[in-house]
């Protein structure tokens, strides 16, 4: 039991940390959505958009998906202790990443009139694609210096990098969006992707790694493994962008660029604000679920621990989005994105969904088992696509957040009966009690401000708000004893 209670504490430790640098990180948004929103508008942030979405599909095809192969091996060579593997596996890996980021770099300066063809459907964008290349190079770098952070659990290290990128970033960006205005959207990319690469590189120099030598024989038959995990994880990556980015094209030549504005900064509101759960998934959960993934069972418990505490997390954060968020989007951007509470209210729901799916997502990856990962992610995202573009044709930016919340829906059931198949895996008891409770909340804080008056729907929704929280806490208590800690910190 005391060996339960200490994994849900890790887990509670990382998302506590990184929700702390997320909630740095959101204040920082806040500022930097609010003055672009006001300085570009919905057609600032739709060419931003699709100038991103399109650098991130060549970036996606040239990186490999190193980031996430290497992690593995730091991962499992740490759980060793094995220095002198961590160091090979180490230097690989940088190596690889400067070969990577030049090949993105080069590749999009060469291909930079038909990218501006293909998303704007002119050429007039191709001196901000030949521009935006620097960025993939950096970007990359930055990549290799967080995977080490990352591989090596320094998440101290990891978090103060993130959060010290996030305020020079606001920095370097906001005079340039306030004099250049929509010329200022190149130079700002450019500028972040250098200070962000400068702040985690000078924090990576803390990381003592032993010095050996690695021939280039030994780089090519190190990095072969890497690269062939890396390559399957790349094209599942590249489908995952390639599907978004015809989706955001299909929006702008259905609705317009504005209206890719209003889904970029739709999703982003509720990305932002629930990337605490994730964004601990990503950096604390993973690495750990690689050092179990041999052991069917303890993958399982730590999967399943997982994700009672995202839920638990996440529950409250989606019920205030449910009851608040035409005054959320007012006050992060203006009364322009009204149209996307909607959409909105229907992604929230299938926040839900994600979460607990994400959850199980991880151990194909932690297994090392590309190839699966691969297929798994190209059905998805075949029937994601296909409700993405109905649901916009059909039902506008509303029908955007329905099919987010039909495909997270199919995507648990999906990857719920693979890895059931395959790694004998279950949610337990305990899980389904969580979730049942806490999305039976959410679904009627949502039937609330669909039926009710404003005033009335913000009246009820408090409660269940507070209910949802209530909820959390006591169940976080029986896990992690937070009345006792927070005695403690009293007496303190």
């Given at each position: 039991?005391?060996?339960?209670?200490?994994?849900?504490?890790?887990?509670?430790?990382?998302?506590?940390?990184?929700?702390?640098?997320?909630?740095?990180?959101?204040?920082?948004?806040?500022?930097?959505?609010?003055?672009?929103?006001?300085l570009?508008?919905?057609?600032?942030?739709?060419?931003?958009?699709?100038?991103?979405?399109?650098?991130?599909?060549?970036?996606?095809?040239?990186?490999?998906?190193?980031?996430?192969?290497?992690?593995?091996?730091?991962?499992?060579?740490?759980?060793?202790?094995?220095?002198?593997?961590?160091?090979?596996?180490?230097?690989?890996?940088?190596?690889?990443?400067?070969?990577?980021?030049?090949?993105?770099?080069?590749?999009?300066?060469?291909?930079?009139?038909?990218?501006?063809?293909?998303?704007?459907?002119?050429?007039?964008?191709?001196?901000?694609?030949?521009?935006?290349?620097?960025?993939?190079?950096?970007?990359?770098?930055?990549?290799?210096?967080?995977?080490?952070?990352?591989?090596?659990?320094?998440?101290?290290?990891?978090?103060?990098?993130?959060?010290?990128?996030?305020?020079?970033?606001?920095?370097?960006?906001?005079?340039?969006?306030?004099?250049?205005?929509?010329?200022?959207?190149?130079?700002?990319?450019?500028?972040?992707?250098?200070?962000?690469?400068?702040?985690?590189?000078y924090?990576?120099r803390?990381?003592?790694?032993?010095?050996?030598?690695?021939?280039?024989?030994?780089?090519?038959?190190?990095?072969?493994?890497?690269?062939?995990?890396?390559?399957?994880?790349?094209?599942?990556?590249?489908?995952?962008?390639?599907?978004?980015?015809?989706?955001?094209?299909?929006?702008?030549?259905?609705?317009?660029?504005?209206?890719?504005?209003?889904?970029?900064?739709?999703?982003?509101?509720?990305?932002?604000?629930?990337?605490?759960?994730?964004?601990?998934?990503?950096?604390d959960?993973?690495?750990?679920?690689?050092?179990?993934?041999?052991?069917?069972?303890?993958?399982?418990?730590?999967?399943?621990?997982?994700?009672?505490?995202?839920?638990?997390?996440?529950?409250?954060?989606?019920?205030?989005?449910?009851i608040?968020?035409?005054?959320?989007?007012?006050?992060?951007?203006?009364?322009?994105?009204?149209?996307?509470?909607?959409?909105i209210?229907?992604?929230?729901?299938?926040?839900?969904?994600?979460?607990a799916?994400?959850?199980?997502?991880?151990?194909?990856?932690?297994?090392?088992?590309?190839?699966?990962?691969?297929?798994?992610?190209?059905?998805?995202?075949?029937?994601?696509?296909?409700?993405?573009?109905?649901?916009?044709?059909?039902?506008?930016?509303?029908?955007?957040?329905?099919?987010?919340?039909?495909?997270?829906?199919?995507?648990?059931?999906?990857?719920?009966?693979?890895?059931?198949?395959?790694?004998?895996?279950?949610?337990?008891?305990?899980?389904?009690?969580?979730?049942?409770?806490?999305?039976?909340?959410?679904?009627?804080?949502?039937?609330?401000?669909?039926?009710?008056?404003t005033?009335?729907?913000?009246?009820?929704?408090?409660f269940?708000?507070?209910?949802?929280?209530?909820?959390?806490?006591?169940?976080?208590?029986?896990?992690?004893?937070?009345?006792?800690?927070?005695?403690?910190f009293r007496?303190?």
């Amino acid at each position: 039991m005391s060996e339960e209670k200490n994994s849900y504490q890790q887990i509670m430790k990382a998302t506590s940390l990184f929700g702390g640098v997320q909630v740095f990180n959101i204040i920082t948004t806040i500022i930097r959505s609010k003055i672009i929103a006001v300085l570009l508008g919905p057609l600032g942030i739709g060419i931003t958009s699709l100038l991103t979405s399109t650098t991130g599909l060549v970036s996606m095809l040239t990186n490999f998906s190193l980031r996430t192969s290497a992690i593995k091996d730091i991962a499992v060579a740490q759980v060793s202790d094995n220095n002198i593997r961590i160091s090979k596996v180490v230097i690989v890996f940088r190596r690889l990443v400067w070969i990577t980021g030049l090949l993105g770099l080069i590749t999009t300066l060469i291909l930079s009139p038909w990218l501006s063809q293909l998303t704007f459907g002119n050429k007039e964008y191709t001196i901000a694609f030949m521009w935006l290349s620097i960025t993939l190079l950096f970007n990359q770098l930055s990549s290799g210096q967080n995977v080490l952070l990352q591989g090596m659990r320094k998440l101290n290290y990891l978090a103060k990098a993130n959060m010290i990128g996030s305020i020079i970033g606001l920095l370097v960006s906001l005079p340039i969006y306030y004099y250049w205005r929509l010329d200022g959207i190149v130079p700002a990319l450019i500028l972040i992707a250098i200070s962000t690469f400068l702040v985690v590189w000078y924090f990576a120099r803390k990381v003592k790694i032993e010095k050996v030598e690695v021939t280039k024989q030994q780089t090519i038959f190190e990095g072969k493994g890497m690269l062939r995990m890396g390559f399957m994880l790349s094209l599942s990556g590249l489908i995952t962008l390639g599907a978004s980015y015809i989706v955001r094209i299909f929006i702008s030549n259905t609705g317009g660029i504005e209206d890719v504005g209003l889904y970029s900064a739709g999703f982003a509101i509720i990305g932002t604000y629930v990337s605490l759960v994730f964004s601990a998934m990503g950096t604390d959960f993973y690495p750990r679920l690689s050092g179990v993934a041999h052991d069917n069972k303890k993958a399982t418990l730590l999967i399943n621990q997982q994700a009672e505490i995202g839920i638990l997390i996440l529950a409250p954060i989606l019920t205030v989005f449910l009851i608040f968020i035409n005054l959320i989007i007012i006050l992060l951007y203006s009364t322009k994105f009204i149209p996307i509470n909607g959409m909105i209210h229907w992604a929230a729901l299938g926040m839900y969904f994600k979460v607990a799916s994400w959850s199980i997502s991880f151990i194909l990856l932690a297994k090392g088992d590309s190839k699966l990962f691969f297929w798994n992610e190209l059905i998805a995202n075949f029937y994601m696509l296909g409700l993405n573009i109905g649901g916009y044709y059909f039902y506008g930016l509303d029908g955007l957040g329905i099919s987010f919340m039909i495909s997270y829906i199919l995507y648990l059931i999906q990857v719920f009966l693979l890895a059931k198949h395959k790694y004998s895996f279950l949610f337990d008891v305990e899980f389904y009690k969580i979730f049942g409770v806490q999305f039976m909340i959410g679904f009627l804080c949502f039937v609330i401000v669909k039926i009710t008056p404003t005033l009335w729907a913000y009246i009820l929704g408090v409660f269940f708000i507070l209910l949802s929280i209530w909820y959390s806490f006591y169940e976080l208590d029986k896990r992690l004893d937070l009345k006792g800690i927070i005695n403690n910190f009293r007496k303190k």
